[in-house]
């Protein structure tokens, strides 16, 4: 099956940066959006920014001007890159998916198994 393979969590202190990537593979597919989520202790998943195949993005308010997503499609491989984090950032970070898988021709929707970044002071 398609997986979703997540890397670039780390410890970094607050005002600094780190960059996530996450790369789909393990099927015949095509990419219409992809995604980052996070989950902080004690709360609910919540959307960080998302990305079509076009390029147009969205982002969570809360990291608006800090974090900027994007793609490279001929690896089917999206990045968060996080600058000026804070330690209200930290959380398991989960890579997501929309694919058309072009076997069968129907849409999938797919999540890595999640990142941990910790923002300290």
């Known amino acids: 099956q398609v997986q979703l393979v997540e890397s670039g969590g780390g410890f970094v202190q607050a005002g600094g940066s780190l960059r996530l990537s996450c790369a789909a593979s393990?099927?015949?597919?095509?990419?219409?959006?992809m995604g980052w989520y996070r989950q902080a202790p004690g709360k609910q998943r919540e959307l960080v920014a998302t990305?079509?195949?076009?390029?147009?993005?969205n982002y969570a308010d809360s990291v608006q001007g800090r974090f900027t997503i994007s793609m490279h499609n001929a690896k089917n491989t999206v990045y968060l890159q996080m600058n000026s984090l804070k330690p209200e950032d930290t959380a398991v970070y989960y890579c997501?998916?929309?694919?058309?898988?072009?076997?069968?021709?129907?849409?999938?929707?797919?999540w890595g198994q999640g990142t941990l970044v910790t923002v300290s002071l």
């Open positions: 997501n998916a929309n694919l058309l898988l072009l076997q069968y021709y129907r849409t999938l929707e797919v």
């Open positions: 393990g099927g015949i597919f095509s990419i219409n959006s």
């Open positions: 990305i079509t195949s076009g390029g147009s993005t």
